[in-house]
């Protein structure tokens, strides 16, 4: 996977309980010095980074956490540096990934990263399926109301996924798993057992 990056290594923004899916953008906030160096760095290059989440309770001997084994990488979409030197970013998801941290000789952590291949629905199940998520995206969101019809299943039910208030560990689960109907039959799962919120008054 071409990352600009001189020894194929990406940065890595670890965040716990983040997770950049592929299609969305998510806001950030840069100030600590060694982000301010990636954000830097990544300017004279390809804008690529991935978001990495730390592993509960393992470190490593010098204090970092672990991480898990797959993140999302994103593409810096747009930003803006303050006059104190933080940034704000935007950042686009592109793919899940699997990772593996790599040593550097930055102030941030990288990983090299290659696709987590998605493995596909039966053609006859998807239209069907499709229907499904579109009921529970809007029982949650009514503003996706209007909705592209050609939107592919993996967009929808990342959508949804994203709308389920859920422990960390079931997110992580359904974040990493490459079976598109585990994914959407965990994520309907999901949002039958976990209540929507009420109407505003």
Same mark, same amino acid.
């Given at each position: 996977?071409?990352?600009?990056?001189?020894?194929?290594?990406?940065?890595?923004?670890?965040?716990?309980?983040?997770?950049?899916?592929?299609?969305?953008? +998510?806001?950030?906030?840069?100030?600590?010095?060694?982000?301010?160096?990636?954000?830097?760095?990544?300017?004279?290059? *390809?804008?690529?980074?991935?978001?990495?989440?730390?592993?509960?309770?393992?470190?490593?001997?010098?204090?970092?956490?672990?991480?898990v &084994?797959?993140?999302?990488?994103?593409?810096?979409?747009?930003?803006?540096?303050?006059?104190?030197?933080?940034?704000?970013?935007?950042?686009?998801?592109?793919?899940?990934?699997?990772?593996?941290?790599?040593?550097?000789?930055?102030?941030?952590?990288?990983?090299?990263?290659?696709?987590?291949?998605?493995?596909? +629905?039966p053609?006859?199940?998807? &239209?069907?399926?499709?229907?499904?998520?579109?009921?529970?995206l809007?029982?949650? *969101?009514?503003?996706?109301?209007?909705?592209?019809?050609?939107?592919?299943?993996?967009?929808?039910?990342?959508?949804?996924?994203?709308r389920?208030?859920?422990?960390?560990?079931?997110?992580?689960?359904?974040?990493?798993?490459? &079976?598109?109907?585990?994914?959407?039959?965990?994520?309907? *799962?999901?949002?039958?057992?976990?209540?929507?919120?009420?109407? *505003?008054?």
């Open positions: 996977m071409p990352t600009g990056a001189p020894n194929g290594a990406v940065p890595v923004f670890p965040l716990a309980n983040v997770y950049l899916f592929p299609g969305c953008v +998510m806001p950030l906030h840069i100030f600590e010095p060694r982000y301010r160096q990636m954000i830097d760095d990544l300017l004279d290059r *390809s804008g690529r980074l991935v978001m990495g989440t730390p592993r509960e309770g393992e470190t490593y001997s010098n204090g970092n956490p672990l991480l &084994d797959v993140g999302g990488l994103g593409e810096i979409g747009r930003h803006e540096r303050l006059p104190d030197g933080r940034y704000l970013v935007w950042l686009f998801g592109l793919a899940r990934v699997r990772i593996r941290e790599v040593p550097s000789t930055r102030l941030y952590r990288q990983v090299e990263c290659e696709p987590l291949v998605e493995i596909g +629905m053609a006859d199940e998807v &239209d069907a399926a499709k229907q499904k998520v579109q009921c529970a809007l029982a949650r *969101s009514p503003e996706f109301l209007n909705l592209p019809e050609n939107l592919p299943l993996t967009h929808l039910v990342d959508l949804l996924t994203q389920i208030p859920m422990p960390g560990s079931v997110m992580l689960e359904l974040f990493r798993e490459p &079976d598109l109907k585990r994914r959407t039959e965990r994520a309907l *799962s999901e949002h039958e057992r976990r209540p929507t919120l009420p109407p *505003s008054a």
